[in-house]
């Protein structure tokens, strides 16, 4: 894609930092976001700090911003931007009142900012710009308190002056008026005196419930500004957007920049959690604000089957989530242990009640045979459904094949379960309920011989909307792979296709039916030519005119794609 005149034009004007003072002043608002697009591309920092420090618009969006010909912007950009909004919120130049920066931790480039470190840089932020709102909020409050006080104690000593003038002409007539009067009427002039200072008390008394009323009595309405101010200090100045990447080392950060008060808020779109125990997760749930969490994915967790189901009810109280990812928590039923079924219930309720899931990805879920279990108890049909390393048994893909998710799945993932004769019509079954939805199927590790994919690729090659095909670590000969490409050559929609290295490849000893564990340890012969098969592949691909299918021999690939 050719960059416009526009931003061809920006990336000229951020080029030299020396000269921004010449157009800083006089840059039209309109031109913020593009120069903003240069300066990360470019990678100045100091342009980005600057034009960051007085955005004109009271949205920011930096991540998901994929635009050709313009690279993300590195650490040293992220960096300054986050400096640059505590500094705008410093001296009020900047009118930016929501930051979006969701997605931006899955942008590459030179020196991209990972999630985990834009996490912390992220909530760093938002802890001192914090800290600074209320030492501001905080030191006007005082100065104020102090004016109103002082303007209290000046009105208190002009009512004490206006009363001595008052009784100064009567004490003079009293005196005046001789000692027989005084005798006479001293009673009641005392009486008088001491009405005066009754009076004078009474005064005080009125201005200090007033002074403890916020009403000022002659403050000048300074407990007006107290009583807004105090309403002010609800108000939000600050909304951040981010997806946050949690694990044990910065827990503590993040859990105090989301239980901060009121002026700057931070909120999530997707939350990843790593290495968390039960009760900080727990904790991390109640914290998070509920609207806009769209997704949750927890790795690496000893959460047990219980730990999982303490957590699902908080899960239920996001109202938009739509996908939950678990990565090897340890979620297995243990036949010896006693309640076991029981609990797999409270998941399953406990899954029932996210009306909005989309998504559910289940990693290393040792539950053979349960699957009906979890899957019914969903009222909508789900959209991705992945299930690596789960020990599906026949039951489950025959289950499957009929569920009310199989017409509706764009995503499936069954790698590591292996297949057989016996569960292949099930799956068979299934690609045919899916075949005008799904977009994305992944077969790695499932034990697929030549026989076996002889007689699954009928149905995977009616899957007319298929757009990537998996089949990695499968024990395939050069003759299956030559037909598996062959079939994929038929499927116009097809654009990426994830193949295994073919079984003549591995040195002498493999199995005849080998693991994919087996598979991915075996030593590739010295003496066989690898590069050979692909190009005979490849060949097979040129022929056809398809210069849109991708083949790729990569277990790398493999591995990314079963953790991403």
Request: charge should be positive; proline fraction near 5%; glycine fraction near 10%.
């Amino acid at each position: 894609m050719v960059l416009s005149l526009v931003d061809l034009c920006a990336k000229e004007v951020v080029r030299d930092h020396s000269s921004s003072p010449s157009w800083l002043c006089c840059v039209p608002r309109e031109l913020y976001d593009a120069l903003l697009r240069a300066a990360c591309s470019g990678g100045r920092p100091l342009a980005v700090g600057e034009l960051v420090q007085r955005w004109p618009e009271r949205r920011l969006k930096v991540g998901d911003r994929r635009i050709s010909g313009l690279n993300p912007p590195n650490r040293l950009c992220i960096q300054a931007l986050l400096l640059a909004v505590v500094r705008g919120l410093s001296d009020h130049r900047s009118m930016l009142q929501v930051l979006d920066l969701c997605g931006l931790q899955r942008d590459e480039g030179g020196d991209p900012m990972g999630g985990w470190s834009l996490t912390v840089a992220l909530c760093s932020m938002l802890v001192q710009a914090r800290a600074g709102v209320q030492a501001r909020r905080e030191g006007g409050l005082a100065r104020r308190d102090g004016e109103g006080e002082r303007k209290r104690v000046l009105a208190l000593e002009r009512e004490r002056e206006g009363a001595k003038r008052e009784r100064a002409p009567r004490k003079r007539e009293r005196e005046g008026e001789g000692e027989v009067a005084m005798e006479t009427n001293g009673g009641e002039g005392r009486g008088a005196g001491r009405t005066e200072e009754e009076q004078l008390k009474g005064v005080r008394r009125r201005m200090e419930q007033e002074r403890r009323r916020g009403g000022g009595g002659g403050g000048g309405g300074s407990g007006g500004e107290e009583s807004s101010s105090r309403e002010g200090s609800r108000e939000v100045l600050l909304q951040v957007r981010a997806d946050l990447f949690v694990n044990a080392r910065s827990w503590e950060r993040v859990r105090t920049a989301l239980s901060g008060p009121d002026p700057l808020r931070l909120s999530c779109r997707f939350l990843r959690v790593e290495e968390l125990s039960v009760s900080n997760t727990r904790r991390l749930l109640e914290l998070a604000p509920p609207r806009g969490l769209l997704g949750v994915d927890l790795r690496y967790s000893s959460l047990g089957m219980e730990g999982l189901a303490s957590l699902l009810p908080l899960l239920a109280s996001f109202p938009a989530l739509g996908s939950l990812r678990l990565h090897y928590c340890n979620l297995e039923l243990r036949g010896d242990a006693a309640g076991q079924e029981e609990v797999l219930k409270e998941v399953a309720l406990g899954l029932s009640r996210l009306p909005e899931l989309r998504r559910l990805s289940l990693t290393a879920l040792r539950l053979p045979g349960h699957l009906r279990l979890l899957l019914s108890s969903l009222a909508r049909p789900l959209h991705v459904l992945e299930l690596p390393y789960l020990s599906l048994s026949p039951a489950d893909l025959a289950f499957l094949s009929c569920s009310h998710h199989a017409s509706s799945l764009q995503r499936l993932d069954l790698s590591e379960n292996r297949l057989d004769a016996s569960s292949l019509p099930s799956v068979r079954r299934l690609l045919s309920s899916a075949s005008s939805s799904l977009l994305h199927l992944t077969l790695s590790g499932c034990g697929l011989t030549d026989g076996l994919l002889g007689a699954l690729l009928p149905s995977v090659t009616c899957c007319r909307a298929l757009r990537s095909l998996g089949l990695a670590l499968n024990p395939l000969s050069l003759a299956g792979l030559t037909r598996l490409v062959k079939g994929a050559l038929g499927m116009a929609s097809l654009r990426h296709l994830l193949y295994p290295n073919a079984l003549e490849e591995y040195q002498p000893g493999l199995p005849e039916l080998p693991s994919s564990a087996q598979l991915l340890d075996w030593p590739l012969d010295e003496l066989q030519d690898a590069s050979a098969t692909s190009s005979q592949l490849h060949r097979l691909v040129r022929e056809a005119g398809r210069t849109d299918l991708v083949l790729t021999c990569d277990l790398l690939n493999y591995h990314h794609d079963l953790l991403d």
